[in-house]
């Protein structure tokens, strides 16, 4: 109930102030079990992802973001609540197979689950390889795979920049659901879940325009943070 009265109270302000678009949105079942795949370019996709879509979107979230204390740490529960995120531990090992748990359960009950392969927001505006719990779920869910593609999200709110920016209108493009019927039973099968993964990337880099990059997220912002901090030891 909470999900649709901040979508009600919100919905309005954002389409009037931000003049946000959408594409595809036929694609995305009215009823049943789906996955929202979709690439990550900033906070502003919390937003802006769901705006058009008329079936909540449920989404994992790390469990940081509900065991905040004070006054920040209670606007942080009630933010990501009322987005329809659920906490997860994202620390790794048998916490990671607790998510795909809780991934599955969220299907099972015939929901729509939005994730983001990449795994973090896109340090740069690029397409950055995904991580192959997509795959898994789709494989052992055997629910369809909207690939859900932000557009100019980044340039709206780039890292660091709190508040979005006027002027740039953000978009969403929901893509033509995939098929992997063909690797059903073969959820086990490191390769197959590497393929059903980058086909997801493959489509989404199609939808959103952006340059894809053979590297995971983390592992290029912790690599430009390093420059960053070089370039600076050097001045």
């Not at 620390?91 to 973090?120: D, F, H, Q």
């Not at 995904?130 to 494989?139: E, F, M, N, P, S």
């Not at 073969?186 to 053979?214: F, H, K, N």
Request: glycine share 12%; proline share 7%.
């Amino acid at each position: 109930m909470f999900y649709w009265v901040v979508k009600a109270i919100l919905g309005p302000f954002l389409h009037l102030v931000f003049r946000p678009w959408a594409e595809g949105v036929e694609n995305v079942p009215r009823e049943g079990p789906a996955i929202l795949a979709g690439n990550h370019l900033s906070f502003a996709d919390h937003f802006f992802g769901p705006l058009h879509l008329r079936r909540k979107v449920i989404s994992l979230g790390k469990s940081d973001y509900f065991t905040g204390r004070g006054i920040k740490g209670f606007f942080s529960r009630l933010f990501f609540s009322g987005v329809g995120t659920v906490p997860i531990d994202r620390s790794g090992g048998k916490a990671s197979e607790a998510a795909l748990r809780t991934g599955l359960r969220i299907l099972r009950e015939g929901n729509v689950l939005g994730i983001y392969p990449e795994g973090t927001r896109s340090p740069d505006g690029r397409l950055y390889k995904g991580k192959t719990g997509v795959a898994r779920l789709a494989l052992e869910s055997r629910a369809p795979v909207i690939p859900w593609a932000m557009v100019n999200t980044f340039e709206m709110m780039p890292p660091g920049h709190p508040v979005p920016k006027l002027g740039i209108r953000p978009g969403i493009r929901f893509g033509k659901p995939l098929d992997f019927s063909r690797y059903y039973g073969m959820e086990e099968d490191r390769l197959v879940l590497r393929a059903v993964t980058d086909e997801i990337m493959y489509a989404l880099m199609e939808l959103s325009g952006q340059e894809y990059v053979d590297k995971y997220a983390a592992s290029a912002r912790v690599e430009m943070e390093r420059a960053a901090r070089a370039a600076a030891a050097k001045n």
